[in-house]
C-alpha cells in the first residue's frame, strides 16, 4: 500500500494544486480600475452644467440615494468655501451649479473685458442702425437702403448677439429681424424710445432711395 508524499514546507503546488484566483483578479487590468467617487462624479457633472441642477436629477443620473447626493453636494460646497477656492458651489433656482467667488469678481470682469472686445466695422454699424430704426425689418430691405448685400453682416450682427430673428413677413415670408435686450445693454438704453430722434438725418426723399436701391 503507497501513501501521497506529504509536501514539506515552503514547497510550490503543483497547477493542479492551486486554488482558483478570484474572477475579480482575472479581469483586465482596465476592468480592475476604481470608479470615480460620488464626489468626484459630481464635480465633473456640475463642470459642465451651464444653468441649476437640481438634486434629483443629479441622483437620478448617479444612481444614488437623493439624501446621500445632497449631503455630498452641501459637504462639497463647505469644503470650496473653507479651503478659500476660487468658486463657489451653490443651490440657486432649485438646483446646483458652480460660480466664481464674489471675491474674485473684480478680476474676472478684467478678464472678460480686457482685450475682447472687437470692434464692428463701419458697415456692421450701418446694418446694426438700420435694423435699430426700422426693426422689424428683412434682410433685403436692410440691403435697400444700404445699396449694398447685407446677408455676411446680417450673420455677423446676429453671432454678435445683437439682431435676432423676428418672425416672418406676411406678404414675402422673409425672414424679419430686430434687435435684442443685448443691443439695449450695449448703448445703455432702457427701451428702444431711448434711441436719438434720426429723422433731422435723413433726406426728404429716402422712401424713393430705398425703392431705387431695391431695384435690379
Known sequence: MTSEPTPFPGAIPSPEEQP???EDQLAAPEEQLAAPGLRACL???LLVADEPVPT???AQVLEQPRNEV?????D?????????RGFDLREIAGGWRFYTREDCAALVERFVTDGQEVRLTQAALETLAVVAYRQPVSRARVSAVRGVNCDGV???LTLRGLVEEAGTDPETTAILYRTTSYFL???????????????PFLPENIEDIED???RP
Open 70 to 74: 445632497a449631503a455630498a453636494l452641501r
Open 185 to 199: 445693454e450695449r448703448l445703455g438704453l432702457a427701451s428702444l424710445e431711448d434711441l436719438p430722434d434720426l429723422a
Open 20 to 22: 482558483a484566483a478570484p
Open 56 to 58: 434629483v436629477v443629479l
Open 212 to 214: 431705387e436701391n431695391a
Open 154 to 156: 446680417m450673420r455677423t
Open 43 to 45: 464635480e465633473a457633472i
Open 76 to 84: 462639497l460646497a463647505g469644503e470650496y468655501t473653507a479651503e478659500g
